[in-house]
């Protein structure tokens, strides 16, 4: 294998995946460093909008013959399980990780993308070039790298990127449970003290629960059973499921310093996409659409840049920065005053009684942090 490429995709999960099959079906040639071999599970709700169904179709990527299970009504509960159901307006489905970025890496190697199973460790842009070097001290060679690599990595440190150094106050907890009574169609958001959670089926038939939590609450308790007990099942849904439900994992699957802090859409030319650039909070159940959307803009200028001798660097990162900003900024700031609300008891209460008596209003919530399915 040579080591020169058009592009590296530092990353390979949702956003990464879905710009090497977008660049890959433009004919660029494109390496993807990830660092575990697929397919494995990530702490995720596992829910999609179906905001991206459309774009994905266009790249032969097609979520029904995953056997993905069809999701339109929403069931929200506050801590004490005030609860609300309403149709979801434009509704999605349910998939695991682990079938999910399988998918695409499946696809990914049908369109001839190369793939590297390392962790990378530097990325220098000097020349007008990039190379990136892994942990095993390979080193790799393109004119643009895309950073796809999720909420954290080491990279952010070597970039001196600002929110690294910033404390990040919540964890994140998934399981998957044998659970045949929970309704195909629903997704479910229950709220607990200190976080909350969301159950939907996947397409094995598991139901997966994954959860936000504050390190606040959870250090009082140590570890998962515990916290579960005292503090998760006080909601009466999570009580019920977590009674009932069979674990299938082993163990929990969880992470650690989950940032929510706005983040540059372009760090020292690298094009970030997906968790890099942005992380919306899990209750908006969008993180996954938005991850992939923001691949599709990335390699739309991408594809401009390295076709089109007019298009120049500093316009590929200008144009990519007002897409992003312009499709992405509205829908964070929502998200963050919705997670303000939703962690304040008193608060959540009040607003759970008034989409109660209007679920117009929630869905009106819902899509204003959502966006439109995305037009090919
Ligand atoms: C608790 C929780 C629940 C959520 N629930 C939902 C939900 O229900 N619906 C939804 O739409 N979104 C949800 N999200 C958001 C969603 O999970 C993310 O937005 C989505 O995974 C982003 O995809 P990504 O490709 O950017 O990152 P990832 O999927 O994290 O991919 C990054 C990849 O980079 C690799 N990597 C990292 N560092 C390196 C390195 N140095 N070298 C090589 N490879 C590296 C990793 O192994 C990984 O495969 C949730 C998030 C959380 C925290």
């Given amino acids: 294998?040579?080591?020169?490429?058009?592009?590296?995709?530092?990353?390979?999960?949702?956003?990464?995946?879905?710009?090497?099959?977008?660049?890959?079906?433009?004919?660029?040639?494109?390496?993807?460093?990830?660092?575990?071999?697929?397919?494995?599970?990530?702490?995720?709700?596992?829910?999609?909008?179906?905001?991206?169904?459309?774009?994905?179709?266009?790249?032969?990527?097609?979520?029904?013959?995953?056997?993905?299970?069809?999701?339109?009504?929403?069931?929200?509960?506050?801590?004490?399980?005030?609860?609300?159901?309403?149709?979801?307006?434009l509704g999605g489905v349910g998939i695991s990780r682990y079938g999910f970025d399988n998918l695409l890496y499946q696809k990914a190697l049908k369109n001839k993308v190369q793939f590297v199973f390392e962790t990378v460790k530097n990325i220098h842009f000097e020349d007008d070039a990039f190379e990136v070097l892994t942990e095993n001290e390979q080193k790799y060679e393109a004119r643009i790298v895309i950073?796809?690599?999720?909420?954290?990595?080491?990279?952010?440190?070597?970039?001196?990127?600002?929110?690294?150094?910033?404390?990040?106050?919540?964890?994140?907890?998934?399981?998957?449970?044998?659970?045949p009574t929970f309704q195909k169609n629903h997704v479910a958001l229950h709220n607990f003290k200190g976080g909350y959670g969301g159950l939907s089926k996947t397409e094995t038939g598991a139901v997966n629960f994954c959860y936000l939590a504050?390190?606040?609450?959870?250090?009082?308790?140590?570890?998962?059973?515990?916290?579960?007990?005292?503090?998760?099942?006080?909601?009466?849904?999570?009580?019920?499921?977590?009674?009932?439900?069979?674990?299938?994992?082993?163990?929990?699957?969880?992470?650690?310093?989950?940032?929510?802090?706005?983040?540059?859409?372009?760090?020292?030319?690298?094009?970030?996409?997906?968790?890099?650039?942005?992380?919306?909070?899990?209750?908006?159940?969008?993180?996954m659409a938005m991850a992939i959307h923001s691949a599709k803009i990335a390699s739309e200028n991408i594809h401009n840049f390295l076709?089109?001798?007019?298009?120049s660097r500093t316009e590929l990162e200008q144009q990519y920065t007002r897409s992003w900003n312009a499709t992405f900024k509205k829908r964070l700031w929502m998200g963050r005053q919705l997670q303000s609300l939703m962690m304040n008891e008193h608060l959540s209460n009040l607003a759970l009684t008034a989409?109660?008596?209007?679920?117009?209003?929630?869905?009106?919530?819902?899509?204003?942090?959502?966006?439109?399915?995305?037009?090919c």
């Fill in 1 to 89: 294998m040579s080591n020169n490429f058009e592009v590296i995709i530092v990353g390979g999960g949702l956003a990464g995946l879905t710009a090497a099959i977008h660049l890959s079906k433009e004919k660029n040639r494109v390496l993807v460093i990830e660092k575990k071999t697929y397919p494995h599970h990530k702490v995720c709700g596992e829910y999609v909008s179906h905001e991206i169904s459309p774009y994905l179709e266009s790249l032969d990527v097609s979520l029904q013959t995953s056997k993905a299970v069809a999701i339109d009504t929403l069931t929200l509960s506050t801590a004490t399980g005030k609860s609300v159901q309403t149709k979801l307006p």
């Fill in 147 to 179: 950073g796809a690599y999720g909420k954290r990595s080491s990279i952010d440190k070597q970039l001196k990127r600002e929110f690294i150094n910033k404390k990040s106050a919540w964890l994140g907890i998934k399981a998957h449970y044998e659970f």
């Fill in 214 to 287: 504050s390190y606040e609450s959870f250090q009082k308790e140590k570890n998962v059973d515990s916290f579960n007990e005292k503090v998760v099942a006080k909601n009466p849904f999570l009580y019920e499921f977590l009674k009932n439900a069979k674990p299938m994992f082993d163990e929990s699957l969880s992470i650690a310093q989950i940032s929510f802090e706005q983040k540059q859409v372009v760090e020292n030319h690298i094009i970030m996409c997906g968790d890099t650039a942005g992380l919306i909070y899990p209750l908006c159940g969008n993180g």
């Fill in 307 to 311: 076709s089109n001798k007019q298009f």
């Fill in 355 to 375: 989409v109660t008596k209007s679920p117009a209003l929630l869905r009106k919530l819902i899509k204003s942090t959502h966006g439109k399915p995305i037009v």
